[in-house]
Structures are given as structure tokens and as C-alpha cells.
């Protein structure tokens, strides 16, 4: 092979690799975006149906119940507009209690209950996660709206 | 009184390092060596200041001077005393005082260890490093000052955030500091080279020590962090793909494919450009890196706002720093041209596909660590990137990292023989494929990542004694001592890397595949299994510490009849933090963990309890350490010392503008 000919071609394979690698990486990005909605979205039938996606919100007071079990955990995630039950197994987070902000991804079943797979709640005390923040901002936005 | 004098000695430092930005590379530019040589006592000077004002950070801590805000905030009287001290480091301001000391070291460093360097190229590294301590130290004093007093002064301490106090806080940070901060050596490197119009093999030779010492602080960083988030966070993992562990991962990527490509660039005069960009993407990686995780832009977009000024300022020396480094590049690159040409078949084409694909990895993480921020900043919805994302992207894309990384050192520099590199190999590759799919089947766990792992470890492992063979085979006569005496340094620097990746691949696929997990309810006396274990729950007993409440847990595990530890999780309430932590306690094996933490108690007087059983685990840790010590091997080469001082006089007669 000529000097020419195959620096082409080393040229060409490293492109070729290049673009595959790139191409891999954009779908793998499209399939596991997990997207964010508020509990109002999802009562609004917003959310998607059979894809994992996350919700933000307050855990309402007096909705954490155990099953008998003792590591099935049932409670109910708000905005403050709209309340969405939630069902988890597993343990919690050390800072998920009552009145606290969390954040749960899992799916939602036909009955409307969340399938939580993972709960978050915050490393610090002080600290809301933003996306619950975010929850209740846009709920509190949507009432005044509502009220004018 | 102290934390003034502290903070008066960081505005000297910050004065010393405008003084070594600017001196030397006037002198460098104008050829005068009165003006170069003031950069080394002003580099060593400002190390002076920077330690003396960290000095007096460190002493309102140990003294509980609570009318200094930042110990107000995350110190307390009952603190112990280690995490009074790692405190300093355990907060915004603080780390950023440590960042800019390791900075400071790094450039005494090299004014000690790398004096045999031409006048002008020594200036305008250590006037690179300037400008980066200048502008760092700015920040600080501006943005961030450690030494804000408060007044009046509370009598109480907030105390440190409870996950932080933890052995791992005492080396995590200061090791991934010096990591990050190493790879600023790299880039003024880069940069110098840029500027001077330096950049040949000799050039790589200087550099390479710097950068693999850098490398292998972030390696170790990165390793304990991680084992720090396997046992502290409690929840069994140990990477997570979370964007602050991104942040420390997208440097190290890479730096891994900086180290390969100067290794050409110093053997082979090649890749010259594609060398100096990645320093300075390297060093840019870092940066973003430290402040995505030191400004909380990560936990919130909208910590911008809470310090407006802090977000702009980072967003300027980011722009600033890679700008006014990529324009230099694209002015000056172009000249570097050259360099010889290879083949299909050489280590040259090996080392070009592995440096491909470990940028579209660091491309893939970066896109996964940032899109979901500009998404936020710019009102677009809410999204996360979770690992299932970093998973699917990259055993792809590093499958054929591992199989070229056994490949390359059997192939000769700039053009080779198919038939005779693949002649070694081919039983290294049908045993590997033999042992992966073996072993696969006998611990039952058939699946295409499983055995896809299993192999690629094989590979790298066989391949690595197959490659320590031809050593031997090479100087058939010579007694085996003799062969391993004569083998380099930085040859065995690579072997143990590579080695320590093959036992790494084994931790990561076996804890990933054969882990298994039991959250259970028990009551004192009862009894769980969990893989082949049988845990036995003692009961709970109170056990307070210095600032915080415990309930802890005594269980007992045994395995057939036989004891095999007796495990003693903790649920602590740290009292000034009012914040509940889970202490996850662990008998740690050669082949597995068994792990247990304690939930929550329930009404009836039993106790959520979690059970894990991890096996090879270490191994995950045992391969970083591998790495981190071939790193030290390759970095301790005496070819860099011996050259360093051969090159000198040549490289000072041939002083450049």
C-alpha cells in the first residue's frame, strides 16, 4: 500500500470509530433521559405512561405507612395542589420524613399509585432538593394565577 | 487577631503571585534573565503565604474561634479533634483555600524538582501558574473569603455536616485536590511550549513525570472517595455516576489519554497538537470540575443566585481560561505540524484509538453531566441522567480500550506485522474467551455483561503475563533476576497499570453481577439468610459519642454453623446538626463484603435492617491502588532524571523566544 493510501485509510478508520462511538452515546442518551414532573402534572395525566420518570414534592404529613413486612413503605407526595401516592420497598433515606422535601423516580401504575424505585432526599438539613422547590413553586404560582 | 493576619498574608500571596504571572514572562519575552529568576522566590514565597494563611484558618478551628463565620458554621466545641482540622476543608471557602496551597505546592515542586529546565521555558511555566494562582487567589478574597468574621460571635458551633465526619474526609479531599490542581503543571507546560514554540520530544520528557504524578493523585482521589461513599452513604454502592463524581472522572479520563499520547509525542515526535490539547483540556476538565461541585451548581442551578457574584466570577476565569488558551493553540498549533508517519498495524494506530475513544467517553459524561444544567439554567424542564445512561455508553466504548490496551505493547512503534503480533496473542485470546464463559457458568450468572466482563479481565490479565514472558524470551540465557533488573521502571509503571485495570474489570463485573440485597424487618433473636449467610439480630443497645446519640446494633453472621463475624451497625443522631446518619458496619473479606446498616425502628420494637453481601468488591479498590502505584513506578523512571540533566545545557544554549 502507498504511504498516502494508507495514511486514507488510518484516517478513515478513525473517523469511522469516531462516529460510531458518537452515535452510540446520542441514543443511549435519548433512551434513559428520566424526565422531572410536578405531582399536578401527573394528575393531570401529563406524565408517561411505562417509562420511569421523577417526581418532586413535600412528603405529606401523616401519609407514611408501613406495611406489615416493615420495608414497604406507602406515603403520598405533594405540591401542596395535588397529592400523589407513592409505594416504595427498601429503606429510606436518612433525611426522608414528613413535612420534608423528596424526590422519587419509578413509574406509575394503572391505579395511579407510583412505583418509586428510588427515593432522594438531601445530604444536608438545611437544604430542599430543588426539584421539589421547584414542585411547590409552580404549584404556589398556579393558585395565585388561579385566584386573580 | 489571627484570622487577620491570615487573611492579610493571603492578599501578599495574592500580590506574589501577580508578581511571578507577570515578572518572568517579560523576562522570558525580552530575553533577561534578572527578570525570569524572580519567578522562582516568588512562587516559593507565595507557597509561604498561602500555608501561613491556612495555617491560620486551621488554628480558629482547633480553637473553636466561633467569631469567625466559617468556623461558626462547621466547627463546634465537641467536635473531635481530626474533623475539627478536616473542617477547614469541609465547606466552600476552606477548600478553596486548600486548592489554591496545593496549587502553591505544586509550583514549589517544580521550581525544586525540574531546575534543570532552559531559563525561559521555567519562567513561563511558573508564569502560567501565577496567572492561575492569581486568579484563584482573587476568587477567594473576593467571592469567598475564609476569614469573614462575625460578630457579635456565637457562643455555639453549627458543627460539621455528620457525613463529613469520616476518615475519608481527612485524605479524600486534599488527594483529589492534588489531582485536579497537578494537571495545572501539565497545562503551563502546554502552554509554555504555545509560547515559546518548544514542543519536541525533550519537551514530552518534562512534562510526563508531572503529568503521571498528577495522574496518580487523582487516581487515589477518586478510589477513596469512592470507598468513602461505599461505606458511609450506606447504601452499598460504590459509583454512583453522580455529576460530582463526573466532575472528578472527566479529568481522569483524560489524563489517562494525556499520559498515552505523550508517550508518543516523546517517542515518536507524533500526536504533537492532539498533546496539547488535551493539557489543556485536561486542566479545563478540572477546573469545571471543581467548581460545578465547590459553587453548588450540581445540587442547585439556583445556588448561581443565592451569590450571584460567585457564579459570575466562576463563569469568567472558566471563559478566561480555556479562551484565551484555545486561541493561543489555534495560533501557534498549526506550526506544530509534523512528526512521523505510521502504519495500520503499529503502537502508534493502537495508542490513536484508545486516545479516540477515551475522548468521546469523557464527551459522553460531560454530555450527561451537563445538558441537564443548561436545561434547568435555561428554563427548559427538568431532567436527570442516571447511571442506566453511563452504563449503556460506556462498556461499549471501553471494550475495545481493554483490547487494544493489551495489544499496544506487543506492537512496534510505527509499523508492524499482523501475523507476528497476533502469534502471541491468539492463545491469550481462546483462553480468555474459555475462562470467561467458565467462569460465568460456574458461579450461574450467564449474561452478556457477565461474561462480556469476565473475558475483558482475562484478556488483560493473561495478556500481561503473556507480555512480562517475552521479556524473558527476549534475553533467553540471562538468570530471571538479571531480566527483571533490567526491565524499566516505567515498563513496570504500565504493567501494574494495566494490571491493576484487569483486577479492577474483575470487582466491578462480580459486584455488579452476584450482589444480593434483603431489607428485613427483625425483632432481637430472629434470624435472615442471605448468600449462604445467616444473620442473627442480637438487639440494639444506646452507645452516644462525642457529639452525637447512637442506637447500636449487634448482629451476628455466621456461615454452616461457623462464626463469621459479629457486625455492629450504628443509627446516630448528630445532636447540633439535629440530623439522623447511618453508620453501615462491615466485614470486609478477600473475595467478598458482607455488609449490613440499620434502618429505621418500628413501633413494635423491631428494626428495619439491610443486608449485603458484595463479592470482590475490594478488588474494585485493589485495581485503583494498582494504578495509583504503577503511576508511581512510571513517574520514578530515571530516564527523566537522567535526561533532565543531559538536556539542560543543550536546551539553555538553545534558548528560544
Known amino acids: 500500500m502507498k504511504p498516502r493510501s494508507k495514511r486514507l485509510l ?27 414532573h410536578t405531582p399536578t402534572e401527573v394528575a393531570e395525566g401529563k406524565a408517561p405512561v411505562g417509562r420511569a420518570f421523577r417526581i418532586g414534592g413535600m412528603v405529606e404529613t401523616g401519609s407514611i405507612r408501613r406495611a406489615a413486612d416493615g420495608v414497604t413503605v406507602q406515603f403520598a407526595i405533594t405540591d401542596t395542589a395535588k397529592v400523589i401516592p407513592v409505594s416504595y420497598k427498601g429503606s429510606l433515606p436518612d433525611l426522608f420524613s414528613e413535612g420534608k422535601g423528596a424526590v422519587v423516580q419509578g413509574t406509575l401504575g394503572p391505579d395511579g399509585q407510583f412505583q418509586a424505585s428510588e427515593v432522594l432526599a438531601k445530604h444536608d438539613e438545611n437544604y430542599m432538593p430543588p426539584e421539589a422547590q421547584h414542585a411547590v413553586d409552580q404549584a404556589k404560582k398556579a393558585a395565585q394565577t388561579v385566584a386573580q | 487577631m489571627i484570622p487577620e493576619l491570615g487573611h492579610f498574608s493571603l492578599i501578599l500571596a495574592l500580590v506574589l503571585a501577580l508578581v511571578q504571572a507577570i515578572v518572568p514572562m517579560v523576562g522570558a519575552n525580552r ?17 509561604l503565604a498561602i500555608a501561613f494563611a491556612f495555617g491560620c484558618l486551621t488554628w480558629a478551628f482547633l480553637t473553636s474561634d466561633f467569631s469567625l463565620q466559617l468556623a461558626a458554621v462547621n466547627s463546634h ?80 458551633g453549627r458543627d460539621l455536616n455528620p457525613l463529613l465526619q469520616d476518615a475519608g474526609m481527612i485524605i479524600h479531599p486534599p488527594l483529589l485536590y492534588m489531582g485536579y490542581v497537578g494537571f495545572s503543571v501539565a497545562f503551563a507546560f502546554a502552554i509554555a511550549a504555545l509560547l515559546s514554540g518548544r514542543m519536541d520530544a525533550a519537551w514530552a520528557r518534562w512534562s510526563r513525570p508531572w503529568t503521571t504524578v498528577a495522574w496518580v493523585f487523582l487516581t487515589a482521589g477518586i478510589a477513596v472517595g469512592s470507598g468513602w461513599a461505599y461505606y458511609e452513604l450506606g447504601w452499598g454502592g460504590w459509583w454512583f455516576w453522580d455529576p460530582v463524581e463526573n466532575a472528578s472522572f472527566m479529568p481522569w479520563l483524560l489524563g ?25 483540556s485536561a486542566f479545563s476538565l478540572s477546573l469545571l470540575g471543581t467548581f460545578l461541585v465547590r459553587s453548588g451548581v450540581i445540587t442547585s442551578v439556583h445556588a448561581f443566585a443565592t451569590d450571584p457574584r460567585r457564579g459570575l466570577f466562576i463563569l469568567a476565569l472558566l471563559v478566561v481560561v480555556i479562551g484565551v488558551s484555545l486561541t493561543l493553540f489555534a495560533w501557534r498549533a498549526p506550526k506544530l505540524s509534523g512528526g512521523g508517519s505510521f502504519g495500520l498495524v503499529s503502537r502508534d494506530a493502537t495508542l490513536l484509538g484508545n486516545n479516540v475513544l477515551l475522548a468521546v467517553a469523557t464527551g459522553s459524561v460531560l454530555l450527561g453531566t451537563l445538558y441537564p444544567l443548561f436545561l434547568d439554567a435555561l428554563n427548559l424542564g427538568k431532567i436527570s441522567v442516571g447511571p442506566p445512561y453511563f452504563e449503556a455508553v460506556f462498556v461499549p466504548l471501553m471494550t475495545p480500550v481493554v483490547v487494544l490496551m493489551v495489544l499496544g505493547p506487543f506492537v512496534r512503534w510505527k509499523g508492524d506485522g499482523v501475523g507476528r503480533v497476533l502469534r502471541p496473542l491468539l492463545p491469550v485470546m481462546v483462553a480468555s474467551i474459555a475462562i470467561g464463559l467458565g467462569v460465568a457458568f460456574a458461579v450461574g450468572h450467564v449474561t452478556v ?116 463475624a459479629t457486625l455492629h451497625p450504628e443509627k446516630r443522631f448528630y445532636v447540633a446538626q439535629q440530623m439522623p446518619m447511618t453508620e453501615a458496619s462491615i466485614d470486609i473479606g478477600p473475595f467478598r463484603d458482607v455488609y449490613v446498616n440499620l434502618g429505621d425502628r418500628l413501633d413494635d420494637g423491631s428494626w428495619v435492617v439491610g443486608l449485603f453481601y458484595k463479592p470482590f468488591i475490594s478488588w474494585v479498590w485493589l485495581g485503583c491502588l494498582l494504578m495509583a502505584v504503577g503511576g508511581v513506578f512510571a513517574a520514578s523512571d530515571r530516564r527523566y532524571r537522567r535526561l533532565a540533566e543531559r538536556e539542560a545545557p543543550a536546551g539553555a544554549a538553545r534558548r528560544t523566544t
Open chain 1, 10 to 36: 488510518l484516517v478513515a478508520g478513525a473517523v469511522a470509530l469516531l462516529v460510531g462511538a458518537v452515535a452510540l452515546v446520542l441514543n443511549a442518551f435519548q433512551q434513559n433521559l428520566v424526565f422531572f
Open chain 2, 31 to 47: 530575553n533577561r534573565i534578572a527578570l525570569m529568576a524572580v519567578g522562582r522566590p516568588a512562587a516559593q514565597g507565595q507557597f
Open chain 2, 77 to 156: 466545641t465537641d467536635t473531635p479533634l481530626i474533623y475539627k482540622i478536616t473542617g477547614v476543608w469541609g465547606n466552600h471557602e476552606g477548600s478553596l483555600l486548600l486548592w489554591a496551597l496545593s496549587l502553591s505546592l505544586w509550583t514549589v515542586a517544580v521550581t525544586v524538582f525540574s531546575r534543570n529546565l532552559p531559563d525561559a521555558f521555567m519562567a513561563r511555566v511558573l508564569g502560567v501558574l501565577g496567572w492561575i494562582s492569581a486568579g484563584f487567589l482573587s476568587f477567594t478574597l473576593i467571592t469567598s473569603n475564609p476569614f469573614d468574621r462575625l460578630l457579635p460571635a456565637v457562643a455555639q
Open chain 2, 256 to 280: 489517562t489519554a494525556l499520559i498515552h499520547s505523550l508517550a508518543v509525542t516523546e517517542k515518536r515526535g507524533a500526536f504533537r497538537s492532539w498533546t496539547i490539547l488535551l493539557a489543556i
Open chain 2, 449 to 564: 455483561r457477565t461474561v462480556l466482563g469476565l473475558v475483558l479481565a482475562s484478556w488483560v490479565l493473561l495478556g500481561s503475563a503473556r507480555l512480562l514472558a517475552s521479556r524473558f524470551a527476549e534475553r533467553r540465557g540471562a538468570s530471571a533476576a538479571a531480566v527483571l533488573r533490567g526491565i524499566p521502571a516505567a515498563w513496570w509503571g504500565m504493567w501494574l497499570a494495566h494490571v491493576g485495570i484487569g483486577i479492577f474489570i474483575i470487582g466491578a463485573t462480580m459486584a455488579g453481577s452476584l450482589n444480593e440485597r434483603l431489607d428485613v424487618k427483625m425483632q432481637p433473636g430472629q434470624t435472615a439468610q442471605l448468600a449462604g449467610y445467616t444473620f442473627t439480630f442480637r438487639g440494639v443497645a444506646d452507645a452516644p459519642g462525642p457529639n452525637y446519640d447512637a442506637a447500636r446494633a449487634t448482629i451476628d453472621v455466621t456461615r454452616s454453623g461457623i462464626p463469621v
